[in-house]
């Protein structure tokens, strides 16, 4: 198994240096979150995860989680480890005050969850969910409901589940049938049966707090007539302590490819007592807070993921001889030299390396647009964070985890055959991850999303926000003769970019498939360009640093060489997306149905 060690410099590369996170902090009033509070933050987080949380990873895997009557175990050390991340107020980190949370900045809890993320991908989906359903509750819950739930999810003596997906619909959440009915005293009886539902029953918490989706009975067929429910696995005083056990059971765990250690349930409802949240037939919309908090979480796991198995990869690249490098021995006093002298294997660790911090420096700036969207008290600046939001999160959610999963191959790829085998840990980081591309919504959903929903949807306009933010900084480095090679790049995919988005609408006026056959190529459009500019941006910082004179200069031109990296082997990759895209649906809409045959 590869050690996992916390990218502690990286992290505080991206929150300091590029996104200045002790000014955006002052600037939103978290007094606080100095940078002595932050360094010291996720120097504790990382030891907690490289010393209790990722060694047990491997055995998580080996053991899974086992059902017995309805009750779930987790694996050896899972609840230990869970008791100590509660003892050590992990959960309350970004939690409101008001409830017992520690009221400190969002994006500082994203940049914990990517570490722990990294050290154990199943453990960190516990606590995960938790957030979740916090959100929601927080959001459009009364009153009572907050005070009733919210305090026990914050200390993470309570943990959450998100329960959406039944067994004939995922994707299509209209179709439900899981059914509130209203009772007297104005709680609701549900009944149905849910899938699917990670960390829907555990050894590790007191209670669990599902919140599931149902229709009320009259309520309009489809989307329209979905409404949101808190469902406690123990029903809840109106103090807020357990009581009688509710009629929700778990009627069995899955065995799957990945994640072993999460427990993913069959939920039964059997007229489990619930309470109504946010309006009735609004489910889906105060659901949708949810979604998008999972949604930067899901895309933190790809960027988790890229960054677990790289650090596998280099160290076994640095160790591994075989053959000699194709331009002379490079190491003379041994039987052969290091892998990491061969040109390929070096196109695999920097392609890791590359979506690893590139996309750390997406989610952390996501994270501060979430910050801004929680506390800003100016409406034009919570716009427009929220307009870049939500362009960019079907973007991170799907272009870092498809990205994050192919990083894993890369990873196993390195190992030569020993990437095949268990005991060295490469293959399971492939087998967790690949989940990532298909919960919270499938990589061919978030493109839709993105496409048809929001850049259609809105003619366009949601792109403003964003592409005039990358048009500025290329404007501020126009003059900058050693940043040109980064700006222009950015300037000649921008403008396809845009010429590619009005085609395709133009298109689709004509035939409505032409959206869905362009949509995942222009997702990864989008991607390979948002992360471009990051990397632009990166290397900016560096050569600023480099100029200015520093202490740490291998750290900057490190940067610098990346960045030229994905700019000439990576970015070049979205050329093939566009011409997919201009290529349009009639190849993939020309054989019918029945003729497709083997
Ligand atoms: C390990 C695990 C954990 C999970 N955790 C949870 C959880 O906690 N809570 C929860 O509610 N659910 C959970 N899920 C369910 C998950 O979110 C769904 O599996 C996912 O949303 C896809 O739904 P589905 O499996 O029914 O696939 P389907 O909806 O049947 O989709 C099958 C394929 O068709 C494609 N497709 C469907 N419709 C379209 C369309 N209109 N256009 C283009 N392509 C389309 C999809 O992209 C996919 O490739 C989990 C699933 C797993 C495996």
Redesign the pocket.
Known sequence: MPEYKAPIRDIKFVMQELLNCDNHYQKLGYEDASLDMVDAIISEAAKFAEQVVAPINQIGDEQGCTWTDGEVTTPDGFKDAYQQYVAGGWPTLAQSVEFGGQGLPHSLNTAITEIFSSANHSFAMYPG?SHGALATIEAHGSEQLKNQFIPKLVAGSWTG?????E??????LGMLRTKAELNDDGSYSLTGS???????EHDLSDNIVHIV?ARIPGSPAGSKGISLFIVPKFNVTDDGDISERNAVSCGSI?H????NA?A?CVINFDGAKGYLIGEINRGLNCMFTFMNVARLGVATEGVAAAEASFQGALAYAKDRLQMRSLSGVKNPNGPADAIIVHPDVRRMLLTQKSIAEGGRALIAYLAQLVDIGHVSTCEEEKAAAETKLALLTPIAKAFLTELGLECTGHGVQVFGGHGFIKEWGMEQLMRDTK?SC????????Q??DLLARKILGSKGKILKAFASEVTTFCLENADDDAMQEFIQPIKSFGGDWQKMTEKVGARAIKNPDEI?AA?VDYLMYSGYLTLAYFWAKMAKVAQDKLAEGCEDEAFYQAKIKTARFYFQRILPRAKGHAACVENGAQSMMALDADDFSF
């Open positions: 969910l589940t998100m329960c959406l997906t067994s004939h619909c995922g994707t299509d849910k899938i699917f539902i990670s960390a829907g989706i899955e799957k490819m990945g994640i999460n993913t989940i298909l919960y919270e919504g499938t990589t061919g959903i493109a839709l869905g949509s």
